[in-house]
């Protein structure tokens, strides 16, 4: 049996650069620590705002080790509002 990590992480904002924004593409602050960040490159990735929409995404690349930031792509665009919200992070 395999085990799976699971990891919480806080939205800071969208993926900017360039002067244009990457609404697909947002940083995750990784609530964990430095060690285990580059492990979860390829993980899920999971938001659901307060009127119970669920987002899926999945971690693609880290931004920070230091500061345990990533870099996640989801299938649909976060809203604005999911900026400061808690995110579920499973490895398997």
């Known amino acids: ?5 699971k990891v919480f992480g806080i939205i800071k904002g969208f993926r900017r650069g360039g002067g244009r924004q990457y609404n697909d593409h947002v940083l995750v602050q990784l609530l964990a620590d430095a060690k285990t960040v580059g492990s979860l490159v390829g993980a899920k990735i999971r938001v659901v705002d307060k009127y119970g ?9 880290i931004h920070s080790f230091r500061n345990s930031v990533a870099i996640a792509k989801f299938n649909r665009n976060l809203p604005g509002q999911a900026i400061g919200v808690l995110a579920e992070v499973v490895k398997k």
């Open 1 to 5: 049996m395999g085990s799976s990590l």
């Open 53 to 61: 929409n669920a987002y899926v995404g999945r971690i693609v690349k």
